[in-house]
């Protein structure tokens, strides 16, 4: 899992096609970070703080790209679609109890 403490407090979530972990920083609209192939969550690291200070809740997740922390399930689909398809199962853990939603910003590397 990402190591820097600079993207937030570490959580988990379970999916489809296992667990996930992610970083958790700021209150507001929410900002799903999502990087390439062979690297985590900490390519963010000197991004989410300055997003969250300005008023963004940052969620940095490892998605299973080759160097996250928990294994994925018997058969997940790791193509583009299905990494595609992890990003829109992770949607749901958006809502924010202040509303039923908002808006979502997806920023990719």
């Not at 993207?7 to 489809?16: C, D, Q």
Request: glycine fraction near 12%; charged fraction near 15%.
């Amino acid at each position: 899992m990402a190591r820097s403490g600079s993207l937030g407090h570490p959580r988990t979530v379970r999916l489809p096609h296992g667990v996930i972990g992610y970083r958790e920083l700021g209150q507001g609209p929410a900002v799903v970070f999502v990087h390439g192939l062979l690297v985590n969550a900490d390519l963010w690291r000197n991004v989410v703080p300055v997003v969250a200070a300005a008023g963004y809740r940052c969620l940095a997740p490892d998605w299973p790209l080759g160097s996250h922390a928990y294994p994925t399930g018997p058969g997940a689909d790791l193509s583009p679609p299905g990494i595609a398809g992890m990003i829109e199962d992770f949607r749901p853990h958006l809502i924010c109890p202040m509303s039923r939603w908002w808006p979502t910003t997806l920023v990719g590397h």
